[in-house]
């Protein structure tokens, strides 16, 4: 039996759009109604993994508990820190560091921003909680709740993108992504099946 895997991203936090990376911030209003909009009635998943930042693990808990399915937090599920960014949005850093913001999104493992988690260290800590997802999880239908890089990281990794496109890959608030993995032919190995969407009915 394949394994389904569904991505959500976290819906808009208080305060909009924002370098957040570890800052804490819950959901807004509107980020709950997203959330809530993109899942829907229904629960087909086994089992809900999530990012401990509130806005992902409040969402994940109401869930959890809505339909009695194990909920289990993990650290390593969380945002890239953005260090002096956070809290400001990209307009801000672009008008305030032209050169900086140009050069992390060109080359983000040699340019990140001052004080922020080195990239390389981002993408081995979600491809480790990845891989023990599949590990322990193989054959189940799980829903992770997280971020848009962690997102994109695990994305880019299925897909074998080079580490330097992943801001390519556009991860909108609440939208979500299917990978099956372990299909009966070579092609369904590993398929990235539908990105950005609501819950299908």
Known sequence: MPTLIDLIRHGEPVGGHRYRGHRDDPLSEKGWSQ????????????????????????????????????????????????????????????????????RFYEDPVRHTPPGAEPFLDFRDRV???WEELLNRHGGEHVLVVAHA????????????MPLETVFRIHVPNAGISRIQVGGEGPRERLQLLFHGANLPA
Request: hydrophobic share 40%; net charge neutral.
């Open 127 to 129: 491809i480790a909680a």
């Open 35 to 102: 959330m809530r909009a993109a899942v829907g009635e229904d629960c087909p998943w086994d089992r809900i993994i999530s990012s401990p930042l509130k806005r992902c693990a409040e969402f994940a808990h109401e869930l959890s508990q809505r339909y009695g399915r194990p909920l289990q937090l993990d650290e390593r599920l969380k945002e890239i820190s953005f260090g002096a960014w956070e809290g400001s949005t990209a307009a801000e850093v672009r008008e305030r560091e032209p050169e900086a913001f140009r």
């Open 149 to 160: 890089g962690t997102m994109r990281m695990m994305i880019r990794y299925v897909l074998g």
